[in-house]
């Protein structure tokens, strides 16, 4: 059974549709390197519209979904700078600078880096999960245990992260 039908079986919870959204959403604005005028919300809203994922067989769980995605999507375009010198700090230490990396991987990465930092509702060893499985859909082969390592880095420096951010306050 591939992948994809084993998705159909299994029911996703809303929280992984906003994730992957957000992810290609973001993705394709790095691709694009548009210089496009409108407002980045409102394209967001438009895209959804226009693919299948509008059509959600349960209308419920779109709404949840799509309210995550915009909540998720705004908090990590305030914050891109923060989250993209996390990632980079951390690739580094593994000698690959964030220009290298995939950008389905940096995408994936980025929605988990935001959870970790400014979502406490969020433990981030979930974030980490969502973000390897979503890496297993989108990404290569290789891209589970990239993700894996830089997350969990992040991760286990999180309350020395903490301790820094206060201090710089």
Same mark, same amino acid.
């Given at each position: ?64 979904? =799509?309210?995550?995605? $915009?909540?998720?999507?705004?908090? /990590?375009? %305030? ?5 993209? #010198?996390?990632? @980079? ?28 930092? =400014?979502?406490?509702? $969020?433990?981030?060893?979930?974030? /980490?999960? %969502? ?5 297993? #859909?989108?990404? @290569? ?29």
């Amino acid at each position: 059974m591939t992948n994809k039908a084993n998705r159909e079986t299994v029911k996703i919870h809303y929280r992984r549709h906003a994730r992957e959204w957000v992810m290609q959403f973001l993705f394709q604005r790095d691709i694009a390197d548009s210089l496009d005028e409108t407002p980045v919300l409102d394209s967001f809203a438009f895209q959804l519209r226009e693919t299948e994922l509008y059509e959600l067989p349960e209308k419920d769980i779109f709404k949840k979904a =799509y309210k995550a995605a $915009v909540k998720l999507l705004s908090g /990590i375009l %305030e914050k891109l700078p923060q989250i993209d #010198e996390m990632i @980079s700090r951390f690739s580094l230490k593994s000698d690959w600078p964030i220009e290298r990396i995939d950008p389905v991987d940096k995408n994936i990465m980025r929605v988990a880096v935001y959870e970790m930092l =400014y979502c406490d509702n $969020v433990p981030p060893i979930v974030s /980490i999960n %969502e973000a390897v499985e979503i890496g297993k #859909e989108f990404g @290569s082969s290789h891209s589970p245990s990239f993700i894996n390592g830089i997350l969990n880095s992040i991760k286990d420096s999180l309350p020395k992260i903490e301790k820094e951010s206060a201090q710089q306050q």
